[in-house]
Every structure is written in structure tokens, then in C-alpha cells.
């Protein structure tokens, strides 16, 4: 379907891109980002030189070797055995002993490093509006978004790793997380559960998800109508119909968009709902094989 919903909106999408923020950027931007192409600025943050070596700028992606925090500070990069395992929390070998491949927490390393608030660094490349923060960070996930109270008001939607059981020593975990984007008028939309087992087989243990916040309605008031575009065009890549339908609905009783907007962006919405549900319940169950794979252990 067309995530920029008409041609008509072209215009809106061209001078204000969708922007994101990716945090823990081993390996790229999620290929549904790849989707939106067209209309796509993102700022990546990537700690771990190993990770960070293999990425490189194109015409709208910037990747930049950094940690991120709540203040500027220097602080242990425990580098584990596996990249993306590395945290600046060490891991909770307590935890994580009772399940198979544990040694991919293993730490081989720890580096200083310099850390910066999100604020900071969106300021030094001057992006004082973002749409979309994806997290992933192996337990500082809270640092973060502590360190981005300045942009979060811009901030439509979010992704972020949470645990609910500690796998790094002293890490947030989702209820802190949660009772934090709840200030700020976020609301859980959805969970992709991680379990691990102790053996390979049987139910696993709950342990972490990928989450998924979108603002709710009452804090789209001052939204402009390009940051309502791109909001409905989030909820559209996510599969979140039923939501770009409420937000278009608002910003009309806002007045933010005309009747005759709002009537053209339902109509694409639910055609491309038709067109695409079959292909969204493949999604999903290609998700779940997914997480059953690789993160069940």
C-alpha cells in the first residue's frame, strides 16, 4: 500500500521527511524503514566500534559513533562475545547461566566510553523535530529517553527492547520504563514477547519484548498537519489501521485537516486495509517463527 497515503500529500512528506532516531544500530535500520524510503531522515547511534565499522552514511541516514545517556559522562562498555549483547550494565550471569548459549553474554572486554544526552547531540545536528525513537540498547533504554525530554514532545512513536527479568545487573526494566513514557502521554500498543527456556523444549521463560508506543489522541492538539502525515504513515507501516484512522478523525475535529483530507485519507486507509490484511497475518506469523527461532532458548 502507499504509506504516504495520496499524491496529493507529496508535498507535506517532501518538505518535512519522517524523521527517526535509532539507538543501538548494529547492522542498520530495520528494512521496514527501507519501505519509506523516499521521505526518510534518520540519525543512527551506535557505541561498539565493531558495529559501528560496518556502517556507513548514505543521502538521508547518519550514523554517528557514540554512547547515549541521561547527562554526559564516561562510562565501562562491557563488550560481550556477541556485539549485540554489549551493555554498559554488566550482564547478570545469575540469570542468564540458567540458559543455554550464555556465552554470548561473555565479556571479553570493557572499554570507556563517552556518553551524551539525546538532546545534546539532535541539538549539535540541528533536528529539533522527530517522529519515531527506536530502542535498543541491552538495559539503558531508560538512560536514554531520560536524556530526551527535550525532543519527546515532538516524538510520536517509539520502539524500545525492554526486560521484564534482569539480564543486566541493575537495569531498568519495563515497568520502569513504562510508568516514565506514561508522563509523557505514550501509550503500550504493542508486545513482541523473547521467552528462553531452560532446555530446548517446553514453554520458555518471559524475559523481554519489543515494544511498541504511540502517542494517544489528547496529546495530538498542537500537531501540526505534516507531523500528523507522518504519524498516520507510522501507524500505517506498523499495521495500526485502526489507529491512522482515529488520528485522521482528531486532527478534522482539530481542524487541523478538511473534511475532504480526512474523507481521502479514510478511504486509502481502508483499500489499503483490504488489500493488505492478508499480507500482514503472513507478517505476523513470520514474526512469531522469528522470536521462536532466535530467541527462544
Known sequence: MNFFIDVKFNEFYANNPITIIDVGAAGGI???????????KAYCFEPDKRSYEKLSDDANIIYRNIGLNNKKSIVKLHLTKKPTCSSIYPP??????????SDRFCVIKKVDIKTDTLDNQLS???????????????????????GAKNILN???????????????????????????????GFQLFDLRLSR????????????????????????????????ILKSISICL??????????????????????????????????????????RYKITDVIWKLYYLINYTY
Do not use: M
Not at 30 to 40: A, E, G, S, V
Open 30 to 40: 530495520h528494512k521496514r524503514w527501507k519501505k519509506i524510503n523516499k521521505y526518510l
Open 154 to 184: 515532538s516524538v510520536f512513536g517509539l520502539e524500545i527492547e525492554v526486560e521484564f527479568n534482569p539480564i543486566y545487573i541493575d537495569q531498568p526494566l519495563f515497568c520502569h520504563i513504562n510508568s516514565f513514557l506514561s508522563n509523557y
Open 237 to 278: 507501516l506498523y499495521g495500526f489501521f485502526g489507529y491512522a484512522i482515529s488520528l485522521s478523525n482528531t486532527a478534522y475535529k482539530n481542524k487541523i485537516l478538511s473534511k475532504d483530507e480526512n474523507d481521502l485519507i479514510i478511504s486509502n486507509i481502508e483499500s489499503g486495509f483490504y488489500l493488505s490484511k492478508f
Open 196 to 227: 528462553w527456556s531452560r532446555k530446548s523444549y517446553g514453554r520458555g521463560q518471559l524475559i523481554a519484548a519489543d515494544t511498541i508506543y504511540f502517542k494517544s489522541l489528547n496529546y495530538l492538539k498542537n500537531f501540526s498537519k505534516d507531523k
Open 92 to 101: 547478570n550471569e545469575k540469570l542468564i547461566n540458567n540458559f543455554p548459549k
Open 124 to 146: 549539535l545536528l540541528d533536528c529539533n523535530n522527530v517522529d519515531f525513537i527506536k530502542l535498543d540498547t541491552q538495559g539503558s533504554e531508560l538512560n536514554i529517553i531520560q
